[in-house]
């Protein structure tokens, strides 16, 4: 069996937040993706909630541990989620708008063509901002 067979494509990316509400309030309210499901674990006293952006299946999972008190250390091995945007200034002006921090303000990108920023998340995960390919990239 080859590879191609297999059927991989990417799901989701799995954070772990210590306030449910204001990592629903970031990806659901400010960046506008929909909750697709969620489900709490009573015995393991988690809740999961799957988020993504309308008409894609691509998505972020949140899960929120109950009795978690103190921040989750970022780990190592976590680089950042990337975002596609028509227009990164545009979409840095209204983030920033809604209070979010912006880590790299719009700039082309090292060694490259494409336009593209960085912004914290509510926790100060990493999200990458990038402009589509232009067809002679």
């Given at each position: 069996?080859?590879?191609?067979?297999?059927?991989?494509?990417?799901?989701?990316?799995?954070?772990?937040?210590?306030?449910?509400?204001?990592?629903?309030?970031?990806?659901?309210?400010?960046?506008?993706?929909?909750?697709?499901?969620?489900?709490e674990y009573e015995s393991g006293r988690f809740t999961n909630t799957f988020l993504a952006f309308p008409g894609e299946t691509t998505a972020i999972e949140l899960t929120y541990n109950w009795d978690q008190k103190e921040?989750?250390?970022?780990?190592?091995?976590?680089?950042?989620?990337?975002?596609?945007?028509?227009?990164?200034?545009?979409?840095?002006?209204?983030?920033?708008?809604?209070?979010?921090?912006?880590?790299?303000?719009?700039?082309?990108?090292?060694?490259?063509?494409?336009?593209?920023?960085?912004?914290?998340?509510?926790?100060?995960?990493?999200?990458?901002?990038?402009?589509?390919?232009?067809?002679?990239?």
């Amino acid at each position: 069996m080859s590879l191609t067979n297999l059927g991989f494509s990417f799901n989701h990316i799995m954070l772990r937040v210590l306030d449910q509400e204001r990592a629903l309030s970031f990806y659901r309210d400010i960046l506008g993706m929909e909750i697709t499901r969620q489900r709490e674990y009573e015995s393991g006293r988690f809740t999961n909630t799957f988020l993504a952006f309308p008409g894609e299946t691509t998505a972020i999972e949140l899960t929120y541990n109950w009795d978690q008190k103190e921040p989750y250390s970022k780990g190592d091995n976590f680089g950042h989620l990337a975002l596609m945007v028509d227009d990164v200034r545009e979409a840095c002006d209204y983030l920033e708008s809604k209070g979010v921090t912006i880590r790299t303000p719009p700039k082309v990108m090292n060694h490259g063509t494409r336009m593209l920023a960085f912004v914290y998340d509510f926790e100060e995960n990493l999200i990458e901002l990038v402009e589509p390919l232009k067809e002679n990239e």
